[in-house]
């Protein structure tokens, strides 16, 4: 069954610096997806992408991140500078088609940031 | 704004008795609502969906949750447990309407089989 994969499984990372997390999602979806969990708390969502734009995104959301799609596989999330609060489980996600709300949303295993 | 609510941390049940994961939800307009497993170092993994028709939905694993409108729950159940099914799970919900597709996690509840 295809999966959404994300790289590295773990990233530390000094506060200040730049991160990018990656994900491959499955090969037909079109919309993408990141959420991230702190530790002990809930799953949050953070942004939306699809058609190579942000469709939808949080408040969480700030300056200090981007999304990109550079070629047809992969979808990164940039944190520019790190802060010791963007430690958590970031997860991406993928899903079939805007607006078809009969297709879930597939996630991946996540990467877990640690800024020291 | 969009919640979910699992009101117990955690869920303690025999193996082979039926267990019960309660979820209640808020949005605006007709709920699209989910129900994903978290394992160990995974990811989540979908479970099954309510979107329309009937109230009771199939997914994997023999799960199956209930949708209640005028309760505005969304609990899952499973006939008999067994021990596999320890893991955490969540609830999350979204709005119908065109554009939103953010799904609103609840704060998990974690399932524990006895054997």
């Known amino acids: 069954e295809p999966e959404v994969t994300q790289t590295p499984s773990h990233q530390v990372t000094q506060m200040g610096q730049e991160v990018i997390l990656r994900c491959v999602p499955i090969s037909n979806h079109l919309y993408f997806y990141w959420y991230r969990q702190i530790l002990g708390q809930k799953v949050e969502f953070l942004v939306s992408f699809y058609n190579n734009e942000i469709s939808e995104k949080s408040e969480i959301f700030d300056d200090q991140f981007s999304v990109e799609r550079p070629d047809g596989s992969n979808f990164t999330l940039k944190i520019r500078s790190t802060k010791l609060e963007d430690s958590a489980m970031y997860f991406c996600?993928?899903?079939?088609?805007?607006?078809?709300?009969?297709?879930?949303?597939?996630f991946g295993d996540g990467t877990r940031l640690s800024i020291l | 704004a969009q919640s979910v609510a699992q009101p117990e941390d955690q869920v303690n049940v025999a193996e082979g008795n039926p267990l019960t994961v309660k979820c209640t939800y808020s949005?605006?307009?007709?709920?699209?609502l989910f129900w994903y497993v978290q394992y160990p170092n995974r990811g989540l993994q979908f479970l099954l969906k309510y979107i329309t028709g009937d109230n009771l939905v199939k997914g994997s694993y023999g799960f199956e949750a209930e949708f209640n409108k005028s309760q505005t729950s969304f609990h899952l159940k499973k006939p008999s447990a067994l021990v596999s099914d320890s893991a955490l799970y969540f609830c999350?919900?979204?709005?119908?309407?065109?554009?939103?597709?953010?799904?609103?996690f609840g704060t998990g509840t974690r399932l524990t089989i006895i054997p």
């Open positions: 996600a993928s899903s079939e088609i805007r607006g078809d709300s009969n297709q879930p949303q597939h």
């Open positions: 949005v605006s307009g007709n709920p699209y």
């Open positions: 999350a919900v979204r709005g119908s309407n065109f554009g939103n597709e953010k799904l609103t």
